[in-house]
């Protein structure tokens, strides 16, 4: 008797320990405060994508900025104001990150439904799964629980998020940074399957880098000027053959030389340590389409404001 109340004791402390030093994400969170969320959400980013197919790019690409600083916060929502400096004119970010309104269209749809209840953080993470699974790639199960951020950070979202001219070390160390691995950092640049990419962000590699297939560099340099500032907002897409299907043509070009980055070409260098994984990848749409959905809920549990920690935001461009 003794005993076993001690055991429930240490159980009941160790329990506590977790809940202070772990994210408390579950994929049940809204099952009873908003339980038409999915279809609220799926709703909006169909008809979205309807619209403008590269909007489901855009829309997964917003969570990726927003958890790469200081975690899924939905901090690369908020507005600059006169007196507050956001993330969106970071440089990862600027002239370059869209679908904001989609987003606030999207926000409305779940205020309308269960007012105060949803963060923008999680709304992220749930359309960035619904984009991928409308261009045909694989569906999870989204953990929610996330709460929103009052602050932003434009010197973290500058340094935290790679930029296309990282190499294959300062790629990995940028995810391990996150504690997410190698692996984790390949499949989830397999993101890259989907959308375009400005001129300004491919220039240097389509005039200057020999491991780049001609043929691809010469039709890309057609509409990508050598000179900097002229055609700087060009779009190419990213993966030639499907830009807005979801499959693993991506990692077939970059074994062609055919990756449109420079950081994405560093995943497959002919001697590359992660050569094996873009080659597994490039057989297997089905071992890209598991490792991407399980790299996916990793990213979604980066440092999460959870408990009594953010707020739910009313309105995704601003704190409450
Ligand atoms: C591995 C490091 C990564 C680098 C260096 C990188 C860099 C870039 C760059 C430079 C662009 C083009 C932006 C522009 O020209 O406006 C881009 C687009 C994109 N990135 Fe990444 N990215 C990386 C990883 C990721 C990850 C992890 C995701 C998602 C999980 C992602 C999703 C996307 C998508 C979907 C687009 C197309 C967006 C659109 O068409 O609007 N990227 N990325
Ligand atoms: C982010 O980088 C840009 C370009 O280097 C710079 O102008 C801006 O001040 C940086 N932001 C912060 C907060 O450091
Ligand atoms: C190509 O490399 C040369 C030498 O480093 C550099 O001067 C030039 O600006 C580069 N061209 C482009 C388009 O990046």
Redesign the pocket.
């Known amino acids: 008797m003794a005993s076993s109340s001690f055991i429930a004791i240490l159980t009941f402390a160790f329990l506590l320990f977790l809940g202070t030093t772990r994210a408390q994400l579950s994929t049940n969170f809204y099952s009873n405060s908003c339980p038409r969320l999915f279809s609220t959400v799926k709703s909006t980013v169909q008809s979205a994508i309807k619209n403008e197919a590269?909007m489901g790019?855009?829309l997964?690409?917003l969570?990726?900025h927003d958890c790469f600083v200081n975690g899924c916060d939905g901090s690369v929502l908020l507005d600059d104001t006169a007196n507050f400096k956001g993330e969106k004119n970071a440089v990862?970010n600027q002239?370059?990150v869209?679908g904001f309104n989609v987003i606030d269209n999207i926000k409305s749809a779940v205020e309308n439904a269960c007012p105060g209840v949803v963060s923008c953080a999680d709304i992220l993470a749930i359309t960035?799964r619904d984009s991928v699974v409308i261009l045909g790639g694989p569906s999870w199960n989204v953990k929610l629980g996330r709460r929103d951020a009052r602050t932003a950070s434009q010197a973290a979202a500058n340094n935290s998020i790679?930029?296309?001219t990282?190499n294959l070390n300062q790629?990995i160390s940028?995810?391990s940074a996150l504690g997410l691995s190698t692996k984790d950092?390949v499949a989830?640049?397999g993101?890259?399957t989907?959308?375009?990419?400005?001129c300004?962000?491919f220039r240097a590699r389509i005039y200057n880098e020999t491991n780049l297939e001609s043929t691809l560099a010469q039709t890309r340099q057609s509409n990508c000027p050598r000179t900097a500032g002229s055609g700087d907002n060009n779009l190419a897409p990213?993966d030639l053959q499907s830009p807005t299907a979801f499959d693993n043509n991506y990692y077939k070009n970059l074994i062609q030389n055919r990756g449109l980055?420079h950081?994405d070409q560093q995943l497959f260098l002919n001697g590359g340590s992660t050569d094996s994984i873009v080659r597994g990848y490039s057989n297997s749409q089905s071992t890209f389409t598991s490792d991407f959905a399980a790299a996916?809920i990793k990213?979604g549990d980066i440092n999460p404001l959870t408990g009594s920690n953010g707020e739910i935001r009313k309105n995704c461009r601003k704190p409450n």
Do not use: E, K, V
């Open positions: 590269r790019a855009s997964l690409r969570h990726f990862p002239n370059s869209r960035a790679p930029p296309p990282s790629l940028r995810f950092m989830l640049s993101s890259h989907i959308g375009q990419a400005r300004t962000t990213l980055l950081s996916m990213m």
